[in-house]
């Protein structure tokens, strides 16, 4: 079985700052991971993934992830935080093997002026 | 523009009554999925299918049904026998070219609500 943790319900980081929003997995083989970002009343929107190869990806509107396969962690970073940047996150897993994700309950993240 | 439609985005029902919420995508997706969430929850699968004609029950299926007569329509039925319906309901697509890498296209979402 597959599992996703996000272990906070709410991040909440001062405009400019660097921000991070932590996922650790559990798969039984090798992940493929997956950050989301949903805002009020939408659809969730994909912001990167985690394949194979380099640990560190960069994805949409300057957020990166790294994937740190000893830890089974993969932490959503950015260098500095905008206002805009303030919704619901959420991490996914999928095995290699299994065409469905799971996902984490989600981390809102909170960007204030 | 390629993409995934749900409808209604409200939805209010009574209970008892089934409701069908429609999900159309026009990306040439094989691979279709209906997620729930709730608050605090994150998302939950309730049914997916990977090519027409053929679905299986995710985590919740229970209460729910499906159908995929065509490639571009997943519509799911929440029946009267779901005890607990109200929610957000989300549809989303996958490339199938891309195998098990490819990520997510969602809809903007059905919100449900037992009256």
């Known amino acids: 079985a597959q599992s996703v943790a996000q272990p906070e319900d709410q991040v909440n980081v001062a405009e400019g700052n660097p921000l991070t929003v932590k996922c650790t997995y559990s798969v039984s083989g090798n992940p493929y991971l997956f950050w989301y970002v949903q805002y009020p009343n939408r659809g969730l929107q994909f912001l990167l993934k985690?394949?194979?190869?380099?640990?560190l990806v960069k994805g949409s509107y300057g957020f990166e992830a790294e994937f740190n396969k000893s830890q089974t962690s993969f932490h959503l970073k950015k260098p500095s935080a905008l206002v805009s940047d303030s919704a619901l996150y959420f991490c996914a897993v999928r095995d290699t093997n299994a065409g469905k994700s799971t996902f984490g309950d989600g981390t809102t993240l909170t960007v204030k002026p | 523009d390629g993409g995934i439609t749900q409808s209604p985005k409200y939805l209010f029902r009574k209970e008892g009554q089934n409701v069908t919420l429609s999900c159309e995508q026009n990306?040439?997706?094989?691979?279709m999925y209906w997620y729930r969430q709730d608050p605090g929850q994150g998302l939950r699968l309730i049914y997916y299918s990977q090519i027409v004609n053929d679905f299986q029950k995710g985590d919740i299926a229970e209460g729910y049904s499906v159908s995929r007569e065509k490639k571009e329509s997943f519509p799911l039925t929440v029946t009267s026998a779901q005890k607990n319906p109200t929610a957000f309901y989300l549809c989303?697509?996958?490339?199938?070219?891309?195998?098990?890498?490819?990520?997510?296209?969602f809809g903007e979402g059905s919100r449900l609500t037992v009256l």
């Open positions: 990306l040439n997706h094989d691979a």
């Open positions: 985690y394949i194979t190869g380099d640990n």
């Open positions: 989303a697509s996958r490339n199938p070219a891309l195998e098990f890498t490819g990520e997510l296209f």
